[in-house]
């Protein structure tokens, strides 16, 4: 495994990863529409005006509750309280995003990190239920880093994956979620295929309503933690696309491609 120190992609992961890169990606930049991101008084200043109006008081309010946290975290996992992770932000310049942490730093008897599964602790699955382990991304929201509504920021190593028009999901700051506004099915697609597209969506559609029906929606979708678990746990990564320029994670994209990855792992033992 590897990643710049992160112990999170897997030898099978970027081979396939790769695969998909050098067959799928140009025919997906190629057959994409173009994205045309929304400019307006809003989003060069109302937006963040926005962001700090809400950040500010949400912060002096929560300031307890982030108190708890961290004695918790001390007594459950011990330091540090907090977990930063390298994430692609805005127009793609990388930023360490901020969260308490959820899982321990275990390692199997090869010395690399077990899976996400085997070292999240009780205490962890609760705070991520609730969505507890975001609020330390108030801190990048106040540095200027991420917004309260906008894409959520993505493990560098999607960069590289991922067509010209989902990239320009970075044309906009991050945000703490970014909820669905588009009628697509996530069985029939896949859940990145409809994350990226209600992505692309926002940054054509941008505007004060959007963010305030967005911001709605996301306090729906905090206390609706059935929700909030199925889009924190997708269970794989985003690999690439296929033939039709369909985002695909690992699990879907192994499912299809069963017989060519199975020879590709033959071919490297």
């Given at each position: 495994m590897s990643l710049q120190g992160n112990n999170i992609i897997s030898e099978e992961e970027e081979r396939i990863a790769q695969h998909l890169r050098e067959k799928n990606l140009g025919n997906a930049n190629r057959n994409s529409e173009p994205v045309k991101s929304k400019q307006s008084f809003y989003t060069r200043f109302g937006k963040r005006a926005l962001d700090l109006l809400v950040s500010v008081p949400a912060v002096l309010v929560l300031s307890p509750v982030c108190l708890v946290l961290t004695a918790a975290n001390l007594i459950d996992m011990g330091a540090p309280v907090l977990y930063r992770q390298t994430r692609s932000g805005y127009k793609g310049k990388d930023f360490d995003i901020l969260k308490f942490r959820s899982m321990k730093n275990a390692v199997g008897k090869d010395g690399r990190q077990l899976p996400a599964d085997q070292r999240l602790t009780k205490y962890g699955r609760f705070i991520r239920r609730f969505s507890l382990d975001e609020l330390a991304n108030f801190i990048n929201i106040l540095k200027g880093e991420m917004s309260i509504i906008g894409p959520r920021p993505l493990p560098v190593?999607?960069?590289?994956?991922?067509?010209?028009?989902?990239?320009?999901?970075?044309?906009?700051?991050?945000?703490?979620?970014?909820?669905?506004?588009?009628?697509?099915?996530?069985?029939?697609?896949?859940?990145?295929?409809?994350?990226?597209?209600?992505?692309?969506?926002?940054?054509?559609?941008?505007?004060?309503?959007?963010?305030?029906?967005?911001?709605?929606?996301?306090?729906?979708?905090?206390?609706?933690?059935?929700?909030?678990?199925?889009?924190?746990?997708?269970?794989?990564?985003?690999?690439?696309?296929?033939?039709?320029?369909?985002?695909?994670?690992?699990?879907?994209?192994?499912?299809?491609?069963a017989e060519r990855f199975a020879e590709l792992a033959e071919a490297v033992r």
């Open positions: 190593f999607y960069h590289e994956r991922m067509s010209d028009r989902h990239h320009m999901r970075e044309a906009v700051r991050p945000g703490l979620e970014c909820p669905r506004m588009i009628d697509l099915s996530e069985e029939e697609l896949g859940y990145y295929q409809v994350q990226f597209e209600n992505d692309v969506w926002y940054v054509e559609n941008i505007s004060f309503m959007t963010d305030v029906k967005m911001l709605l929606a996301l306090v729906k979708m905090v206390f609706a933690s059935g929700e909030r678990s199925k889009h924190a746990d997708v269970g794989t990564f985003f690999v690439g696309y296929d033939e039709s320029g369909q985002a695909l994670s690992l699990s879907m994209a192994k499912e299809r491609y």
